[in-house]
């Protein structure tokens, strides 16, 4: 029996309808948008207090071909299963256009096209800004040469690692510096033929990453960072968004303040502002909410260390079996485990999982009772939208009400255990030990 089963899928859109001011609210909106809008209500709860915290194991097996692992694969609580259409969808029952999917069947105030693309301009600023889609590529460094090209879908790197050919020598976590510093304190790099110890990418070419020395040896460098994706395309079939499927309202309020801002007819700036402060502010919540609670090797507790505190304190980590046991967070989804494994090893996690998402009328809701009132406000404001106007401008003291919601229930958590704010801290650990944006509001 599911921990919470007072209230079902059906009697939560039917308590909607009558919040909307009829009993049969069909005549203005359908009884499957007002389920997706208690859905994405359901997930941006997740979002603001990472209130499903779930259990995962994922068995590694060595020898490996990978250095990284996802978090988000078959089976995991945070599997990634939505797609671009799932976007168009929302998108189009906000604009009051039929919710065909990746086609279009509505008015000339919009088109497939529009969606697509602000859904591909927007998903990739995402996938940079929050850390999303980590891969890491080995790239061969011809010797005596100090420079490697990237490929284009590379939106960011975070890590060099230069590894040898065998018998060449040890591997080496290089430091991140620039040109400058290369002149500093390796003055001759230009006509040094050594092992590397620092990488830039400021000072270089775009998609070309430089390091400090003409490398002697064959070797690798093994380039770690966030990957765009391929620009969505409706007529090929659904693609995936690569990023936490909780997180997909960020996308769709983006995407939506680029399309009603157009100069058309479909032209809304009062809520095109408003879907931008949505999306930026999600923007932020991506970047420091935590994915990742506590783990386990093999059922002992460790540390969860993100990349560049890893690499800082437990130096070389991937190559000495001394190395601390931890488990290493490289993004949203993606970890790595020290040292690496060389035995059958089961990396355990809570992690905050998926909101769990009710497929029919007679699935329960999994939340307590008073979290219902403040799912049910945020349901009815995303359903206001669509009306704009006045409608629309009161609706959103119903989304504060929610977030006042959700900020209490943190403010209960976090009073809840004697290291709360570690086990969900306040500011994400990788931003901590090496700041991205240096900016801040």
Not at 107 to 126: G, H, P, V, W
Not at 167 to 183: C, E, I, K, M, Y
Not at 383 to 409: D, N, T, Y
Not at 411 to 422: C, D, P, V, W
């Amino acid at each position: 029996m599911p921990p919470f089963n007072w209230i079902t899928f059906g009697e939560a859109k039917r308590e909607l309808g009558v919040s909307l001011g009829s009993v049969d609210p069909n005549f203005f909106w359908e009884d499957a948008e007002l389920g997706q809008y208690i859905i994405e209500s359901l997930r941006v709860w997740n979002c603001l207090t990472a209130y499903w915290a779930t259990p995962f194991t994922v068995n590694l097996n060595p020898p490996f071909t990978q250095n990284w692992f996802p978090a988000n694969a078959a089976g995991s609580p945070r599997r990634q299963t939505l797609t671009d259409t799932d976007v168009y969808t929302l998108i189009e029952y906000h604009l009051q256009e039929p919710a065909t999917g990746a086609t279009w069947t509505g008015t000339d105030q919009f088109s497939i096209d529009d969606l697509k693309l602000a859904c591909s301009r927007k998903r990739n600023e995402i996938l940079q800004q929050a850390a999303c889609n980590m891969v890491e590529t080995a790239i061969n460094i011809t010797p005596l040469t100090s420079t490697i090209q990237i490929a284009d879908l590379y939106l960011d790197v975070r890590r060099c690692r230069w590894v040898p050919a065998p018998n060449q020598g040890a591997p080496v976590t290089l430091q991140r510096g620039d040109s400058r510093t290369f002149q500093y304190f390796t003055p001759n790099y230009r006509q040094t033929n050594d092992n590397p110890l620092r990488w830039d990418v400021i000072g270089s070419p775009p998609l070309n990453i430089t390091v400090d020395t003409l490398v002697n040896v064959p070797s690798q460098i093994q380039v770690f960072g966030m990957q765009g994706g391929a620009d969505f395309d409706p007529g090929t079939g659904p693609l995936p968004l690569l990023i936490p499927d909780d997180w997909m309202w960020v996308l769709k309020f983006g995407a939506l303040s680029d399309i009603i801002s157009k100069e058309q007819e479909g032209r809304d700036i009062q809520r095109a502002d408003y879907c931008m402060q949505r999306y930026e502010e999600g923007l932020k919540l991506m970047q420091h909410m935590p994915w990742l609670l506590q783990g386990f090797l093999n059922n002992v507790a460790v540390d969860t260390q993100p990349l560049a505190g890893a690499d800082r304190f437990n130096y070389e980590w991937q190559s000495r079996s001394g190395a601390f046991p931890e488990i290493v967070v490289g993004g949203i989804d993606t970890f790595a485990v020290s040292p690496v494994p060389t035995l059958n090893t089961a990396v355990g996690m809570i992690v905050v999982g998926n909101a769990p998402i009710p497929t029919s009328d007679t699935d329960e809701i999994q939340v307590p009772r008073d979290v219902m009132t403040y799912i049910l406000d945020e349901a009815q404001h995303l359903a206001l939208f669509k009306m704009g106007g006045a409608e629309f401008q009161e609706s959103i003291a119903l989304h504060r009400s929610f977030v006042s919601g959700a900020m209490k229930q943190n403010a209960r958590l976090g009073e809840s255990g004697i290291l709360a704010s570690t086990i969900r801290p306040p500011v994400d650990r990788q931003e901590q030990a090496q700041s991205r944006y240096a900016m801040k509001e």
